[in-house]
């Protein structure tokens, strides 16, 4: 069966760090690219990033751009998100998903077919 687990999140101050992890079971990772979503309140779910199955290429929101980071060890299957410098409107439940490709050209959430229950992230002082 696939499966997708999220860890890692919880309560930091603002300007803190925090590393998210996906484990990932029932498919080969490699062949796959994988994405991070979020949700807060009221909002719309929206992508934060995604990462090639190979790490050829990495695709970025803007409103993380140079302080999150994606990464991915295909052996361990697990994938990463390294946040930092994080601030109040980061605060949202934090899901992984697979993408139906091995290429993250953007983040539309019908081009991903399974899904993490969600962590969540709230960043407040």
């Known amino acids: 069966q696939v499966q997708l687990v999220e860890s890692g999140g919880g309560l930091v101050q603002p300007g803190g760090s925090l590393r998210l992890s996906c484990a990932f079971s029932g498919f080969t990772l490699d062949y796959y690219a994988i994405g991070w979503f979020r949700q807060a309140p009221g909002k719309e779910r929206e992508g934060v990033s995604c990462?090639?199955?190979?790490?050829?290429?990495?695709y970025y929101a803007d409103s993380v751009k140079g302080r999150f980071t994606i990464s991915r060890d295909n052996a361990k299957k697990m994938v990463y998100l390294q946040m930092t410098s994080l601030k109040s409107e980061d605060t949202a439940l934090y899901y992984c998903?697979?993408?139906?490709?091995?290429?993250?050209?953007?983040?539309?959430?019908?081009?991903?077919?399974?899904w993490g229950q969600g962590t969540q992230v709230t960043v407040s002082s």
């Open positions: 990462i090639s199955s190979s790490r050829s290429s990495t």
């Open positions: 998903a697979r993408r139906w490709g091995s290429l993250c050209p953007g983040m539309g959430r019908r081009q991903f077919d399974y």
